[in-house]
């Protein structure tokens, strides 16, 4: 299984950037997607996440300025992320709640490779 992000990048303050991420692999089914930054505390910190019916949730920080999506017939996740502070600077990480084919019921969490995102003041 990977998770394989793309997006992200240099951005002013007061901008959008838009972050995907695809999953692929031996996938039987896909429950939560996410997002995760970095944090300053290298403690991975939420910023959105959304279930396979769209029931999304979102840090408090991030509410009204990003949007989380995904496309099931893609197994890919979205953030939209509008209003872009300075303080938004990290790397940003994508995750997955998964079943595996053959491996019954048990769900493995993955997560992708991680994008740097970095709003310029």
């Known amino acids: 299984v990977q998770l394989v992000q793309s997006g992200g990048g240099l951005v002013q303050a007061g901008g959008s950037l838009r972050l995907s991420c695809a999953a692929s692999?031996?996938?039987?089914?896909?429950?939560?997607m996410g997002w995760y930054r970095q944090g300053l505390d290298m403690q991975r910190e939420l910023v959105a996440t959304?279930?396979?019916?769209?029931?999304?949730r979102y840090a408090d920080s991030m509410k009204g300025r990003f949007t989380v999506s995904r496309d099931n017939a893609k197994r890919t996740v979205y953030l939209q992320m509008n209003s872009l502070k300075p303080e938004d600077t990290d790397v940003y990480y994508c995750?997955?709640?998964?079943?595996?084919?053959?491996?019954?019921?048990?769900?493995?969490?993955?997560w992708g490779q991680g994008t740097q995102v970095t709003v310029s003041s």
């Open positions: 995750n997955a709640d998964l079943t595996l084919i053959g491996r019954g019921p048990y769900q493995f969490r993955y």
């Open positions: 959304v279930t396979s019916g769209g029931t999304t």
């Open positions: 692999g031996d996938i039987a089914s896909i429950n939560e």
